[in-house]
């Protein structure tokens, strides 16, 4: 079983940059991708960026050039790092970890971004 928590979230100005931290309960080496998602208010969650254990990446259209997803196995840490926030950004960004079969999720950390 794997906790996910999830910080770095709050109020940005459009322009402004913000870093997303998820900290997991395990060594994230042994977790084979994780993700980066976002929900907006009465929107579907949606996939932004995920990073395998291999490194390689990948990112949602609206967010390449602005995101860059990292993660650092020494301290069990997911990270998101977001320039050129825009109002459409805003949202509840959640860290999701998979191992094997089973899928985790942390809590969720809201990003609001004002124009």
């Known amino acids: 079983q794997v906790q996910l928590v999830e910080s770095g979230g709050g109020l940005v100005q459009a322009g402004g940059s913000l870093r997303l931290s998820c900290a997991a309960s395990?060594?994230?080496?042994?977790?084979?991708?994780m993700a980066w998602y976002r929900q907006a208010p009465g929107k579907q969650r949606e996939l932004v960026a995920y990073?395998?254990?291999?490194?390689?990446?990948n990112y949602a259209d609206s967010v390449k050039g602005r995101f860059t997803i990292s993660r650092d196995n020494a301290k069990n840490t997911l990270y998101l790092q977001m320039n050129s926030l825009k109002p459409e950004d805003t949202a509840v960004y959640y860290c999701?970890?998979?191992?094997?079969?089973?899928?985790?999720w942390g809590q969720g950390t809201q990003v609001t971004v004002s124009s």
């Open positions: 990073i395998t254990s291999g490194d390689s990446t």
């Open positions: 395990r060594n994230i080496f042994t977790i084979n991708t």
């Open positions: 999701n970890g998979i191992v094997g079969p089973y899928d985790y």
